[in-house]
């Protein structure tokens, strides 16, 4: 009785649900179109290579290029030149990303580190960096960029936000205008009425740039370096502060403060308040981490000789515990028996014992 009336609820509830079910309709929205490329050939070029193809070489040695490989692609009637750049670490890959990114390069939906401008696309994958130039020959669509994009980033992974420059302030922020900057070329690139050489990207620095919307007036923008040291950020900071506080005219307006081994810079800004304000936006916390174990200079081969044996003492110790605690309840109940013959801990000899009789 009860499995017929189980069985008549079941049928009762996929008559109500199958109009609904029957009235939709099961649609598929592709996020990027679907495309065969196929490379058909791939060869190794110099870094002077690059400045035919929208880059420049100079660039590229301060972002530690280390090889460029430009690949052919086809679709159908439709040819691609890509050029793959393998940079030293993603953050390198990342820098070089924002220093070609321009005001024309629109952020690809969906896809991290992709952009598509009239000259192009840029993605930086890992620690691969992919240009894919457009030409007067070579007339891409943005459909086609798109699919290309989608194939090349589907053989490289994206990187890690903690492998990358730390974010700046997103409060204000115009987005693309993040700069990477790891070298006076690239410097004097995304600020060429600043005194780059007040960086001191000799002496280790790094820098991300940004540009801040503030009213009236162009962008103010903010520059936070990074130095190896606190003696080194306060040597640059005070040389920047005594050079460009007395050149009043000459260059953007200048404010800065000193974090520790930070140091950052306001340009340009309409007011001494809306330079503090972005200024304060930064601020310095520090914390303790316990270092890992250094393994030492021994070889792969000795270390893992080491864990075995190891696991083979541990393995020793755990069998002796065993049988050290066998012994100990066998003595605990002789001495019970001796000394508290009517205890419940101890079984007498002559006890019945219960035996299953099984064929």
């Known amino acids: 009785m009860k499995s017929l009336l189980a069985k008549l609820a079941l049928c009762f509830a996929l008559a109500l649900w199958a109009p609904a079910a029957w009235g939709q309709k099961a649609s598929a929205v592709p996020l990027i179109p679907a495309a065969n490329w196929q490379m058909t050939g791939s060869r190794t070029a110099d870094l002077s290579a690059i400045s035919q193809y929208g880059g420049d070489p100079a660039i590229e040695r301060e972002y530690n290029t280390e090889t460029v490989e430009i690949r052919q692609f086809k679709l ?42 009239p000259q192009g696309a840029l993605m930086a994958r890992g620690p691969v960096f992919f240009r894919i130039p457009r030409s007067s020959e070579n007339v891409l ?21 903690t492998s990358l420059p730390a974010p700046l302030p997103s409060a204000g922020l115009i987005p693309g205008s993040e700069k990477y900057l790891l070298g006076p070329q690239s410097a004097q690139r995304a600020l060429p009425s600043f005194r780059t050489d007040l960086l001191g990207f000799s002496q280790g ?19 936070a370096i990074t130095y190896p040291t606190p003696q080194i950020a306060r040597a640059r900071y005070g040389e920047m502060e005594s050079i460009l506080g007395k050149q009043n005219g000459e260059v953007e307006r200048f404010y ?21 304000k972005l200024a304060d936006a930064f601020s310095l916390s520090g914390g303790v981490t316990t270092d890992e174990r250094y393994p030492g200079d021994k070889p792969l081969t000795v270390q893992v000789m080491e864990l075995i044996v190891n696991n083979i003492l541990f393995v020793f110790i755990l069998s002796g515990i065993a049988v050290g605690g066998g012994l100990l309840v066998f003595v605990s109940k002789r001495l ?17 014992l219960t035996v299953l009789r099984l064929r």
């Open 141 to 161: 669509s943005d459909d086609n960029l798109l699919t290309l994009l989608s194939y090349l980033s589907s053989s490289q992974p994206a990187a890690r936000s």
């Open 76 to 117: 159908d009637s439709t040819a691609a030149t890509v050029l793959v750049e393998t940079t030293a670490d993603p953050s390198t890959a990342y820098g070089l990303l924002t220093v070609y990114w321009n005001d024309q390069t629109a952020p690809v939906s969906g896809m991290h580190f992709a952009g598509i401008s």
């Open 205 to 223: 620095a790094e820098a991300m740039m940004g540009a801040y919307s503030q009213a009236g007036g162009s962008p103010a923008i903010v520059l």
């Open 336 to 352: 019970a028996r001796k000394w508290f013959p009517e205890s419940n801990w101890i079984t007498p000899e002559d006890g019945e």
């Open 256 to 276: 800065g403060k000193r974090l520790g081994s930070f140091v950052i810079v306001v340009l340009n800004p309409n007011s001494d308040a809306t330079a503090r």
